[in-house]
């Protein structure tokens, strides 16, 4: 593939007057500092450089280093906010909105949990009422990682009364990227619906190591597809450009998290670097490029040291040649620069710590590391409640103020763009009005079938409904099933049968809970799983679908299958219509499938499409 990024011709699907209802009318002016008269930075009608301007010269320097950090807080079961007796688990560990606010200054938050949406939009609310009550009253910004994925990923919130889709890789498959635009605009609706200003994707990495477990959130490993999906999906959540109704993109992780060795991941301490053995550094960059092309709001570095690729190895929020030379003087971004989560302080999970991804400068004081991340360009901490780290180093004279300004200034622009600072509020009656909307439903629903990839279709499907079909299904509701045809409970009294499975991984040797929820390690079947699909097939004609939140390896399954599917991310009901002819499958693979874990192994991690004798290549798919 080349390395030209050609830019979509596709109209602006950028839809702004089903969420104006869900604001209230803002007044003439906020009178935020509470003085009785209108300040410039209150101002609506001054530019919005003069307001960052006067809002600058207020702050002092606590409010300037809590405003460059961002972290979790939680919303209760009820809609309130602060911390309830007897809580446990996460809503016991992390602080409340309040106790961020007052104590660090901090108005940047990404939320952990998934209540409802009436009590999501309430809790927001909550949340800006703390902050207008703060000195300066600079409203909250909230985050969010995705909520509307059809997912067992570990990365995705549960939907919850949002609009269920494929992941990114669905898109990917179908490769339209009017609709990946459609998804992105109608998402927009539903977070602004609840009070989410930023959306804590998409990622731009390429999934060129099949053993990533976070190959699920990419678009898939090949780069010009990936730019594609990138520069839609950006256009559908902020519109051409960032305004009032848009929700800003931080698009992850720069530059490419994908080629990482042996695909063991950098979040934990077992695999620090990633690799380039194929020389293809350039060739991660290009879906960024597209992402500069539609402008997103911010960029998100991984945690992982790109190993050689540097003057120095260290990870890339700490390596200035990334972030300054690169990013920011190459390609001239002046955007929000936020660390990955995590990069200063150890995280204390009960018994078990888990260290701070700093690696290649573990050896630094947690001060230090703040100070290296600020030199190396970068503007926000993701995952870190340390501001005072930032108020030391300015004290001491190690960091010069004028250097937080630059990063305050973006800080402060991309909220006043997003209209906070003059409306903030959320009509939570229209939130629940907006947010799972039966139009916006069907179209998820409907693109979780056309993602479907047909890989093999000995059974020349699709399939009739018929009463007289006896069908045995094995991880399927047989409630659902059962308007297909007649249910039974042993393969030997079926004509056909249905089985859904995952993509295998081997969970890691570890005390972190986290971690044992990456799906890492070998994508093939062995043992008793593979022995079971296999009599299975021998019984009775199979029908396999394969969640591919990697690229399974499954030669002996796919041998002797009758049909076998691969799905990233769709329901029950979904695969059903598709076999039975409800709906056509359109999906052509983003990435290829293995032939053998040894073909694995022996790929290059920054290379596209390179193991030898693939079971299925890149782009493969059958249609009806």
């Not at 699907?13 to 002016?29: A, C, E, N, R």
């Not at 001239?332 to 660390?339: I, L, P, S």
Request: charged share 25%.
């Amino acid at each position: 593939m080349g390395n030209k990024f050609k830019p979509l011709c596709i109209s602006t699907l950028f839809v702004t007057s089903l969420v104006s209802l869900s604001f209230i009318d803002p007044p003439k002016y906020r009178d935020l500092n509470k003085n009785g008269k209108m300040d410039p930075y209150e101002n609506i009608n001054l530019p919005t450089e003069k307001r960052i301007d006067n809002l600058i010269s207020l702050m002092n320097i606590d409010e300037k280093a809590g405003l460059m950090f961002i972290n979790g807080t939680l919303i209760n079961t009820d809609g309130s906010i602060d911390k309830q007796e007897g809580a446990t688990g996460m809503a016991a560990r992390i602080p409340s909105a309040r106790d961020l606010i007052v104590n660090k200054k901090m108005n940047h938050f990404n939320y952990w949990q998934a209540p409802g949406v009436k009590e999501l939009a309430m809790g927001y609310n909550a949340i800006q009422k703390v902050a207008e009550e703060s000195r300066l009253g600079i409203p909250v910004t909230i985050a969010s990682d995705p909520r509307h994925y059809f997912s067992n990923n570990v990365f995705a919130m549960e939907a919850n009364g949002f609009s269920q889709w494929p992941e990114q890789l669905g898109f990917a498959a179908i490769n339209d990227p009017v609709l990946t635009q459609k998804f992105g605009d109608i998402a927009r609706q539903e977070y602004l619906a609840v009070g989410i200003r930023e959306a804590l994707h998409p990622m731009a990495d390429l999934a060129t190591e099949p053993r990533w477990p976070r190959v699920s959130g990419t678009f898939g490993e090949d780069a010009n597809l990936s730019a594609r999906m990138i520069q839609a999906y950006i256009l559908g959540f902020q519109g051409k450009q960032l305004g009032n109704t848009s929700v800003a993109c931080m698009t992850k992780h720069f530059s490419g998290g994908g080629p990482q060795k042996e695909g063991l991941d950098p979040h934990f301490q077992y695999q620090k670097g990633q690799v380039y053995p194929g020389k293809n550094f350039n060739y991660h960059l290009i879906p960024f490029e597209a992402a500069f092309k539609a402008n997103t709001a911010c960029i998100m570095p991984y945690y992982g040291v790109p190993t050689d690729q540097t003057s120095e190895n260290v990870g890339f929020s700490y390596n200035k040649d990334i972030i300054t030379k690169l990013l920011r003087e190459k390609y001239k971004f002046d955007g929000v620069v936020c660390t990955d989560w995590g990069l200063v302080t150890d995280t204390h999970m009960g018994p078990v710590i888990w260290p701070a991804r700093a690696w290649g400068v573990e050896n630094l004081s947690e001060i230090e590391r703040v100070k290296k991340i600020i030199d190396a360009g970068c503007d926000q901490f993701g995952g870190e409640n340390c501001p005072q780290y930032i108020v030391q180093l300015v004290k001491e004279g190690k960091i010069k103020e004028s250097r937080i300004d630059q990063s305050v200034r973006r800080l402060l622009r991309q909220k006043f763009i997003l209209g906070l600072f003059d409306n903030p509020y959320i009509d939570v009656d229209s939130a629940t009005k907006i947010v799972g909307r039966a139009d916006f439903k069907k179209l998820g629903e409907d693109t979780q079938r056309r993602s479907m990839t047909l890989l093999k279709n000995d059974l020349k499907l699709p399939l009739s409904v018929s009463n007289k079909l006896k069908i045995y299904v094995k991880n399927v509701d047989p409630k659902i099933a059962s308007q297909y045809g007649i249910i039974v409970a042993l393969p030997e009294q079926a004509d056909i049968a249905i089985i859904r499975l995952n993509t295998p991984w081997v969970p890691l040797d570890t005390d972190n809970p986290f971690a044992k929820g990456f799906h890492h390690g070998d994508l093939d079947f062995k043992g008793k799983d593979l022995e079971d699909v296999l009599t299975l097939c021998k019984t009775v004609p199979t029908i396999v679908d394969i969640y591919l939140d990697r690229p399974a390896v499954f030669p002996e399954i796919n041998s002797t299958a009758k049909a076998v599917f691969g799905n990233y991310g769709a329901s029950d009901a979904a695969l059903l219509d598709v076999v039975f002819g409800a709906a056509k499958p359109e999906g052509k693979l983003p990435f290829e499938l293995p032939s053998s874990m040894e073909a694995v192994r022996n790929q290059k991690e920054d290379v596209p499409y390179d193991s030898k004798d693939p079971l299925y290549a890149f782009g493969f798919g059958l249609h009806y």
